[in-house]
């Protein structure tokens, strides 16, 4: 990196007012003169406008981070799932009555001009958008952290829903040029690929390795500003862009292939070209270990080169001075790659460096689905990275060894925990490679962790107990409550003072208002508007009326069997038989909503998304009912919809099969909008239950253990012919009733149901769902009893602060405090 240098020479002096700053960016900048002004020329310049403002702290910041000799923290991620940055910046930066004064001038509202924005969706889901609230969090806690990833030309896809049916288009987000990030050209950095190890003697006479005969790839830099919430603090994200790099071409060049030369450019930018689109499911693609290997390779020659800069090729203090945490097994390749660069390029021996890669890499596993556990063929590994393959056969090779000394004689024992899972086509264990090489190793929830230790990672808990923790996840309070629902955060702010936009412990104070009756009638009435701002996005986009005096039901997440989209679309299906029957009794109004992407290649997971749009125009067609159940699918859901969704929720469907969701995140961000949850035993709902207290929260279903007896013996045809509500149900689904123009389309989800094998337990949680979804329907009548649960499920949402999470992992892994 460039090295900042600590001024006292404020750019601020350079900057006009804010409107004036923001008509020179549309006039000299952006060259717009003539007005009305096309509002994404307003988004682009009074973004401009907010990072000049950005811009003083931001080098500021870095100066700091590069001059302090206190430890560093680099947060390795293939993903961040930022979304819109503008809101988030002008509420940071405390400007937010000069931009709405600035963008007024154009006759604008900043509501319009900030929906200009592409979200950067660079993300599938509830690990990318984790990523990006810790980095909020911590430039709110000014810790020293940057954040590394890849700058993807084309981010999440962009869904369409076509005759009820999923259709990606790609996602061109920087089609418009991205006016947050900043190109980094000095900073670019070698990557090699391919090749051949050699083995040589230096003129010292010791024996080396090298990697001979690399295709060489550059990794260029650009650097997104990430600030804190008032407190003069920038942080860094970090994201790689893959070019050909110049010395490749010269060769090119040379032989007379001009053409081919260029051509390879475009082959090199494959590397950042595209996010694979699989949520907790591993890929196996060479492209994608490709994409793996260019991140963490470019970032830990960049925080080496830092390093090498200032204290030269003194490595003693390396590993108490840095510590890399590992977003899942994507980057796990640090750990060989660390040691490559270490041992081959800075010349340690294989135990010094070792020891500095063990001290310096903490773990975070996000699953314990076993699709998702990331395994790398052996032939494919040696292939792409041989000298890394290597490597990983010699960290193997040592810890069997380790795990000779513990279990002696127990080859059964090193069968199991080898990083190497053998057979006729051997793979790597990546989860394994991380957990070896790692002083850390966290779940993302209590339950979770449990089942980390007493499950998955049993026998590498049994041999290292003290590297198991817990951190449960949480989310950023800044845009999950003070940006996304305004009208609560000016209430808060009024009653409980505004400090909980820095602390959210301070929110447990809404306590006491949960039983005055003229704080309801308001918590009621924001909640109405609300209600509205989501009725007309869903009207523009499915055509569907919502009545916001009816409850709002809703599950959005990535479309997942284990998230059990279908048990709420049964469940709907459930509420349609009984008004088809005139069974309306004790029925309250509901407009139920689901919303999420489906994988490409995961075709159970597109019939889903099919059948919840064919129940959903089935009810539509149906003027019976009309009153008393809307259905939706909601396209295209991505940070930006969560943002109108969550606010406006009352019901947060979290219904996974428990022991299946690590944690969730969604869950949280509606527990602090008031939401009541309607939720399974799993991941953090579990920790969201005991804080808003039981009494607050619609249990049902199997738990954990539950899960894993009924599996033993499940008869699921036998609970349906028992019980008349499923059989009823049952029946809809299979008599093609939503699907009369395509018979047969749903049966393979049918057949699902009623395996015996069924994996997600769903007609095993149906009746306790249907039950519990009742009782929800008789709180609902009385309004002043469900206001109460839900102002005490946003009191008791403290707990579910990413800064609070950050804050743990601060203290109890990376052990760094404060910038100075
Ligand atoms: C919060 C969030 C998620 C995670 O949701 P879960 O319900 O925890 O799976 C996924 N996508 C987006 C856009 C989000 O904002």
New binding site residues.
């Given amino acids: 990196m460039s090295t900042p240098v600590l001024d006292s020479n404020p750019s601020e002096e350079l900057l006009a007012d804010f409107p004036l700053e923001l008509r020179r960016h549309l006039n000299i900048t952006l060259g717009c003169e003539s007005e009305p002004v096309d509002p994404s020329y307003v988004y682009r310049a009074t973004a401009l406008a907010v990072r000049d403002r950005l811009v003083d702290s931001w080098r500021r910041t870095q100066a700091k981070m590069h001059h302090s000799d206190q430890r560093k923290v680099f947060y390795l991620s293939l993903e961040f799932?930022i979304?819109r940055s503008l809101c988030n910046a002008i509420q940071n930066l405390d400007v937010d009555e000069e931009a709405h004064a600035a963008i007024h001038q154009y006759g604008l509202r900043l509501e319009e001009v900030a929906e200009q924005e592409y979200d950067a969706g660079l993300g599938n889901?509830?690990l990318g958008?984790l990523a990006a609230c810790f980095l909020d969090s911590c430039a709110n806690l000014k810790l020293p952290v940057v954040g590394y990833g890849i700058r993807y030309e084309y981010g999440m896809f962009n869904q369409r829903i076509s005759d009820g049916r999923q259709i990606e288009e790609p996602d061109h987000w920087l089609r418009d040029g991205n006016p947050w990030e900043i190109e980094r050209h000095e900073d670019a950095r070698q990557i090699h690929f391919y090749g051949r190890v050699e083995h040589y003697h230096d003129a010292n006479g010791k024996a080396r390795t090298r990697w001979a005969d690399c295709h060489d790839i550059t990794a260029v830099p650009f650097d997104m500003p990430i600030p804190g919430y008032r407190n003069d603090t920038v942080n860094t994200l970090r994201l790689w862009k893959a070019t050909a790099s110049d010395a490749f071409n010269l060769t090119e060049f040379n032989a007379g292939s001009y053409t081919e030369a260029v051509a390879e450019k475009n082959l090199a930018e494959n590397i950042s070209m595209v996010l694979y689109p699989n949520d907790a499911s591993e890929n196996g693609k060479e492209l994608r270990l490709k994409q793996q290997y260019f991140l963490v390779s470019a970032s830990l020659q960049d925080v080496i080169a830092q390093w090498v800069e200032q204290h030269g090729e003194d490595f003693s203090e390396f590993g108490a001075k840095h510590c890399f945490q590992l977003n899942d097994t994507h980057p796990a390749c640090a750990v060989p790659e660390l040691m490559r660069l270490l041992i081959d390029e800075h010349g340690l021996e294989w135990d010094q460096a070792w020891k500095i890669t063990t001290q310096c890499m903490a773990y975070t596993n996000h699953t314990l689905l076993p699709e998702a556990l990331e395994r790398w063929s052996v032939s494919l590994f040696s292939h792409l990275l041989p000298r890394l393959m290597e490597i990983v056969y010699e960290i193997n090779a040592r810890f069997l060894a380790d795990v000779e000394k513990k279990w002696p004689g127990d080859t059964e024992m090193r069968r199991k925990m080898s990083l190497i899972e053998e057979g006729d086509h051997p793979h790597i264990r990546m989860a394994y490679l991380a957990i070896v090489g790692s002083f850390s190793v966290n779940g993302v929830a209590g339950l979770h962790t449990q089942l980390l230790k007493n499950g998955l990672f049993h026998d590498f808990y049994t041999l290292w107990p003290k590297k198991f923790n817990n951190k449960t996840n949480g989310?950023t309070q800044r845009r999950w409550l003070a940006h996304c629902n305004p009208g609560l955060r000016q209430l808060l702010d009024e009653t409980i003072g505004s400090g909980w936009e820095n602390d959210l412990s301070l929110i447990k104070n809404l306590h006491p208002y949960a039983s005055d009756a003229s704080f309801r009638e308001r918590w009621r009435e924001i909640k109405k508007a609300n209600k509205e701002r989501l009725a007309e996005a869903v009207m523009q986009r499915t055509g569907i009326a919502f009545d916001t005096s009816a409850m709002f039901d809703v599950q959005?997440?990535?479309i997942h069997e284990y998230?059990r989209q279908l048990l709420n679309t049964l469940h709907v299906i459930h509420l349609y038989d009984r008004i088809m029957r005139g069974d309306t009794e004790g029925m309250v109004p509901r407009c139920v909503l689901i919303g999420?992407k489906a994988a490409p290649g995961y075709h159970l997971a597109k019939l889903i998304v099919k059948l919840i749009n064919d129940v959903s125009s089935t009810i539509k067609g149906d003027r019976r009912a009309d009153e008393l159940l809307k259905f939706v699918f909601y396209p295209n859901?991505?940070?930006s919809?969560?943002e109108i969704i969550c606010p406006a929720t009352e019901l947060s469907e979290?219904i996974s099969t428990a022991g299946k969701?690590a944690?969730?995140?969604?869950?949280m961000?509606f527990m602090m909008n008031g939401a009541l949850t309607i939720g399974t035993l799993d991941g953090a709902n579990i920790e969201i239950r005991e804080n808003a207290g039981e009494e607050n929260f619609f249990l049902f279903g199997l738990d954990a253990d539950g899960v894993q007896k009924t599996r033993l013996d499940y008869r699921p045809n036998e609970i349906i012919a028992a019980d008349p509500d499923i059989q009823r149900i049952m029946q809809l689904l299979e008599s093609g009733h939503f699907n009369r123009s395509e018979p047969g389309i749903f049966d393979v989800l049918s057949s699902g149901l009623r395996n015996p094998h069924d994996p997600w337990l769903t007609i095993a949680d149906l009746r306790g769902y249907i039950d519990a979804q009742q009782k929800v329907s008789e709180t609902y009548a009385d309004p002043e009893t469900w206001d109460r649960m839900s102002i005490l499920n946003t009191a008791g949402s403290g707990w579910f602060s990413s800064d609070r999470t950050i804050q743990q992992y601060a203290d109890e892994i990376w052990n760094v405090g404060p910038m100075a």
């Fill in positions: 799932l979304g889901g509830g958008r989310v959005v997440k990535r998230k999420g859901y991505r940070v919809s969560m979290q969701e944690s969730g995140t969604g869950n961000k």
